[in-house]
């Protein structure tokens, strides 16, 4: 959808299911993040949406990038300061029920793999974006984007290959 | 495909339909900014505000009280402002609703003020590029501005009474104080 006479809102309304679901994808389920990631990526697109029309843009593709570099600019900006660190996502899985599965493992170790990798793997699983696609829509390299593909994979691997919690639900044996 | 790519695939599917019901829609712009809100620390905010003031800074609305770009403490000036401990339940109630145990501080204010939110010295056009926040809403509608303590930074946003919260983009760092009341000016 490139036509100059696309407005802002009509494109934002066929788009934004989608749009919403890939900066809750980045942040892994934090829908506040995701609101202000999205919120930023908004305001820099609707700034410069005519000049994205008028040099025939890939919208999606912008946003899609708009968004990711919001993602990575968050968290650039608050790694710079003293925090109480949040909760690791192993303590996370470590408080839930017995009732957490395989694949709601994966999803918290999602959340707790670097900005860059969630956006990498976000792009590769949520879009089925290629190497090629992604590296240049972040402007790296394919290697680079590989790179972060398969560490993040090998962290998600190594991270739902510990030991579950329901495995610590029984009561353990008391010795005699 | 391995089973860790599979499991990945999976949790993507199975969480990302959730995300509509979970999220606001971002607030559209209804004119075009011209000026960035600038990213600014504590540090360099005195002597930004130091040239707002001077520059006479323009801040358009309805009933806000001005406050200075980086007000570490409540003054009397603004009344309804307060924190989330203090008299202003109604702002405080509001702050916590979105935000939780985060929300640092919270005033009164109205849409209208949050809309009519302008940055510039009086030399340029001033900008309001929180035009088109809140639709359904009213000018005279309450909303409130809140401070919220995230990952080290305050940042600032503004809720309606329905819970819709609108970020305005604002962060301060490097002060233990939370600021109060509208945001301050670049």
């Known amino acids: 959808m490139t036509s100059s006479d696309l407005s802002f809102e009509s494109w934002w309304s066929a788009r934004n299911a989608a749009m919403l679901r890939f900066a809750y994808a980045l942040t892994a389920g934090d829908a506040h993040r995701a609101e202000d990631i999205l919120q930023s990526a908004v305001a820099h697109v609707w700034r410069k949406w005519g000049q994205l029309l008028a040099r025939q843009v890939d919208l999606d593709t912008y946003m899609r990038k708009a968004i990711a570099n919001e993602h990575l600019a968050f968290w650039r900006l608050k790694r710079n300061h003293e925090l109480p660190q949040e909760s690791t996502n192993d303590q996370a899985v470590a408080s839930t029920t017995d009732r957490v599965d395989d694949v709601d493992l994966v999803w918290r170790a999602l959340s707790g793999l670097p900005r860059r990798h969630q956006v990498v793997l976000a792009l590769r699983f949520v879009d089925d974006m290629s190497d090629a696609q992604i590296a240049t829509m972040l402007g790296i390299s394919e290697s680079a984007v590989r790179s972060y593909s398969a560490r993040g994979i090998a962290a998600i691997r190594a991270r739902t290959t510990t030991p579950k919690p329901h495995a610590h639900a029984s009561r353990p044996k008391e010795n005699p | ?186």
Request: aromatic share 6%; glycine share 10%; proline share 10%.
């Open chain 2, 1 to 186: 495909m391995n089973d860790t790519e599979s499991l990945i695939r999976a949790a993507y599917a199975r969480h990302l339909d959730e995300a509509p019901a979970l999220m606001r829609q971002p607030a559209l712009p209804s004119a075009r900014p011209r000026i960035k809100v600038a990213l600014i620390t504590t540090g360099a905010a005195v002597g930004v505000a130091a040239v707002a003031v001077g520059a006479t800074v323009l801040l358009r609305g309805t009933n806000t009280t001005q406050q200075p770009a980086v007000g570490p403490s409540p003054s009397s000036a603004q009344p309804t402002a307060t924190s989330p401990n203090g008299i202003d339940s109604q702002a405080s109630a509001a702050c916590r609703a979105v935000f939780g145990a985060d929300a640092a501080s919270a005033s009164s204010t109205t849409v209208g003020t949050v809309r009519g939110w302008t940055i510039g010295p009086a030399a340029t056009a001033p900008t309001s590029p929180f035009a088109g926040s809140f639709p359904g809403d009213t000018d005279d509608d309450y909303a409130v501005w809140c401070w919220v303590n995230q990952d080290g930074a305050w940042n600032a946003y503004a809720v309606d009474s329905h819970g819709t919260k609108v970020n305005m983009n604002y962060h301060i760092t490097g002060s233990s104080t939370p600021p109060y009341g509208p945001p301050g000016l670049p």
